[in-house]
């Protein structure tokens, strides 16, 4: 199983960047994948989820109306499309597979887990 993040970087307030994760090893369009972050000294905290269908999606409040997870399951990629960055979006941002394919908020409700990709935003 892998998860690999990428399209992280720097950007200044304002600007949009585009997360991908590429899934292999295990099926992909039967579950849930989620995003969650971490920023320097803090806890992992949710960011948004969505169901294997993509049916189902939860945004935690501080990105809601600025960032769209989505995902393309002939391509076993998840998306988080990032509008609006702050500087408080800065953090390490990873994505996370469940092994169903309900939708959650809950980060040990997810078994697999990507490396990581660093966002910084600079105001």
């Known amino acids: 199983v892998q998860l690999a993040e990428s399209g992280g970087g720097l950007v200044q307030a304002g600007g949009s960047l585009r997360l991908s994760c590429a899934a292999s090893?295990?099926?992909?369009?039967?579950?849930?994948m989620g995003w969650f972050r971490q920023a320097p000294g803090k806890e992992r905290e949710f960011v948004a989820t969505?169901?294997?269908?993509?049916?189902?999606?939860y945004y935690a409040d501080s990105v809601k109306g600025r960032f769209t997870i989505s995902r393309d399951n002939a391509k076993n990629t998840v998306y988080l499309q990032m509008n609006s960055l702050k500087a408080e979006d800065t953090a390490v941002y990873y994505c996370?597979?469940?092994?169903?394919?309900?939708?959650?908020?809950?980060?040990?409700?997810?078994?697999?887990w990507g490396q990581g990709t660093q966002v910084t935003v600079s105001s």
């Open positions: 996370a597979s469940r092994v169903v394919g309900a939708a959650t908020t809950r980060d040990y409700e997810y078994r697999y």
């Open positions: 090893g295990f099926a992909f369009d039967d579950y849930a």
């Open positions: 969505i169901s294997w269908g993509a049916y189902s999606t």
